[in-house]
């Protein structure tokens, strides 16, 4: 295989990481193998989106989910470094409302697999960072919902020092304990 498979504590979201090979020309690594990737989650899914974002240092964007055709989302850093959040958002989890974080860059093209029942959101660390992510279902502006990036009772730790600069949508997100959950 030629991808490392890290459970994080939430042990549906995995972190993989690609076997890079590099020479005196530069780097060369698989970003996406369909077989491994169904090996690595342990069920068949198919991807019918990629999304692609730039954001400037500071720019928080989350926690979005969509409660109805939720969406695993398989996240990469193209340039730059961000911090990556996962919220368990299944009422039957013994997790939910549990959240990882992990650093994505560049540099290490490390990926972030969320699947469907989880909300996502990063901060970008680095001056700029583009972020590509590949969704298993396709984005349905009704169906999306937003969790307040603060919220207490969450207590996500984001790692600026500075208050982020959000979007008025992510701004307004809803507080956890009012927010749709999935069965």
């Avoid at 077989?35 to 974002?53: C, K, M």
């Avoid at 400037?56 to 959040?85: A, M, N, W």
Wanted: include cysteine.
């Amino acid at each position: 295989m030629s991808m490392r498979v890290t459970p994080t504590e939430l042990p549906e979201v995995l972190i993989l990481e690609p076997k890079i090979y590099h020479d005196s020309r530069g780097f060369f690594f698989e970003s996406f193998n369909q077989q491994q990737f169904i090996q690595a989650v342990g069920q068949d899914l198919s991807f019918v989106q990629d999304n692609q974002s730039r954001s400037t240092c500071g720019v928080l964007r989350g926690l979005h989910y969509q409660i109805q055709h939720p969406q695993g989302k398989l996240i990469r850093v193209l340039s730059g470094e961000i911090f990556d959040v996962a919220v368990d958002l299944r009422r039957s989890s013994p997790l939910c409302g549990r959240w990882i974080g992990t650093s994505l860059n560049a540099e290490e093209q490390r990926q972030l697999w969320i699947p469907p029942g989880f909300a996502h959101g990063f901060v970008v660390v680095s001056p700029t960072a583009d972020i590509l992510y590949k969704t298993t279902d396709y984005w349905y502006p009704k169906h999306e919902r937003i969790i307040l990036w603060n919220d207490p009772e969450l207590q996500i730790d984001w790692p600026q020092a500075q208050t982020p600069i959000l979007s008025g949508k992510d701004a307004a997100g809803l507080p956890f304990h009012v927010a749709e959950l999935y069965p």
